[in-house]
């Protein structure tokens, strides 16, 4: 996990074999979705305070990335970089506009079997082309199905 600013970048590691692309994405739609439950119970209490909620959105794509620690012993920092990481980042931004808590990339939503609402292609800085984005609902359609969620 990398803190950047006000945003906190999660990377889940995927390895053929051991952790395959399906189910690393399955994880990371799952924590998505576990953030914006504890995120609603949390503004509850906040609400009760009279503190203001905290509101994100977030972002799931899967690609290609080079991460690890860089700096010196007395100062490591851990670090993910890359094209995709931007791309990342730049899907987060569209959470505001098109009223999404989460929202993923077209390659992301390929790798799962739940479907989500596909959104026309966005503009993006940075990016020549636009981009094809999913968003999700913030509850496991299957879970609040059988009443577990």
């Not at 590691?13 to 914006?36: D, K, S």
């Not at 799931?60 to 860089?70: A, F, K, R, S």
């Not at 899907?91 to 009223?99: G, P, Q, V, Y």
Request: charged letters at 20%.
């Amino acid at each position: 996990m990398k803190f950047i600013g006000d945003g906190i970048l999660a990377i889940f590691p995927i390895e053929e074999g051991t952790r395959p692309r399906e189910n690393m994405c399955q994880a990371a739609l799952a924590a998505a979705r576990e953030a914006v439950v504890r995120a609603t119970h949390s503004n509850k209490v906040r609400g009760a305070d009279n503190l203001p909620p905290v509101e994100f959105g977030i972002a799931l794509h899967v690609g290609e990335v080079i991460y690890g620690n860089v700096g010196v012993e007395r100062r490591l920092d851990f670090t993910a970089t890359g094209p995709e990481v931007g791309l990342a980042a730049r899907i987060e931004a569209l959470t505001r506009s098109l009223d999404a808590a989460i929202l993923a990339s077209a390659a992301f939503a390929a790798q799962i079997s739940e479907a989500g609402n596909t959104h026309p292609p966005q503009h993006v800085r940075s990016f020549d082309q636009p981009i094809a984005v999913v968003s999700y609902p913030t509850t496991d359609p299957q879970l609040s199905a059988a009443g577990r969620f």
